[in-house]
């Protein structure tokens, strides 16, 4: 092995280790940089599990969307008050969760 191998061998080491320590540098700006990212992911991981249950579950899906189409059909005012109370019920969910989040957040 003459001098100049040797010296292109130390030389790659150097260079390997360079490209090393650049590469954890990368790593951990990545890291840094997509905690803004972190709550798309976890709606999009929320999205994908709940596709997954309905596709795990279509013929529960179908027979209550069947009944209820059946109890519109049959008993239209009633579901229409029905779908009032639940989207009222929503409405007041939405505005308490923040308060009862702050109140779990401070126990």
């Known amino acids: 092995m003459t ?3 040797l010296r292109d061998t130390a030389d790659l080491a150097v260079r390997r280790e360079q490209l090393l ?7 951990e700006q990545l890291t840094t940089r ?11 991981d929320r999205v994908r599990s709940g596709v997954a249950s309905v596709r795990d579950n279509r013929a529960i899906l179908l027979l209550g969307g069947a009944a209820l189409a059946g109890a519109v059909l049959v ?6 008050n029905l779908g009032m109370r639940v989207w009222s019920g929503w409405q007041v969910f939405q ?3 923040p308060l009862v989040n702050s ?3 401070q126990i």
Do not use: G, H, I, W
Not at 75 to 80: E, L, Y
């Open 3 to 5: 001098s100049s191998d």
């Open 103 to 105: 109140v779990l957040r």
């Open 34 to 44: 997509s905690t803004v990212l972190r709550p798309a992911f976890s709606a999009a």
């Open 95 to 97: 505005r308490v969760r």
């Open 75 to 80: 008993r239209p005012r009633m579901m229409v």
């Open 21 to 27: 320590l650049r590469s954890a540098q990368l790593r």
